[in-house]
């Protein structure tokens, strides 16, 4: 009976080794496979902002900026920040509740989805919470999930306080937007 069982178990174990030497093989090859795209996106990346060849090779010191790079590439597909106005009140460059502006995930404006005239008092604050988002992107985090600076309000502090008018944002990151609509 010994025997029967010590011979089934043989071609179990020998199957299970197989099915791990497969198994870490496709991972090999998926890291590989990942290490190239991420090459090929670096190489994209340094092309479209001009990097010399030694600029290239300075860009992969510290691996911080590869990974920032190669994940808000993947990043970029899925997602935009959109800052919406919640308030404004005698806002010079006539911000209304409800307009939206669209970047994408590196902080561009998307100009054809946002208004056309854009007050730098007030867009000047999208700083931080790009910045923020931008990072929590790169460390494969929820991008929604930062603490500071989720509304925000335009530099000028309204009539009130000495000042012209006040607008305040809501900023986050929601699918991608493409289209106006």
Known sequence: MKYLQKRSQAPNKKIQRTRKLAADLCVSLHIQEGKEMTEK??????????????EVERFHEGGHRIRHVSRLSRAAAKYSIQAEV???????S??????????????????????????VYLISQLTI????INERLSEGLEPNDFHFMRQLRCLDSGVDCYGYGEVMLKVQVVPRVKEKG
């Open 41 to 54: 996106v670096i190489e994209r990346y340094g092309q479209r902002v001009g990097y010399t060849e030694a």
């Open 94 to 119: 006539g911000h209304t509740a409800g307009q939206t502006f669209i970047l994408d995930v590196d902080g561009n404006f998307i100009t054809k989805l946002c208004p056309n005239r854009m007050c």
């Open 129 to 132: 919470p790009v910045a923020l």
């Open 86 to 92: 919640v308030s404004s009140k005698n806002c010079n």
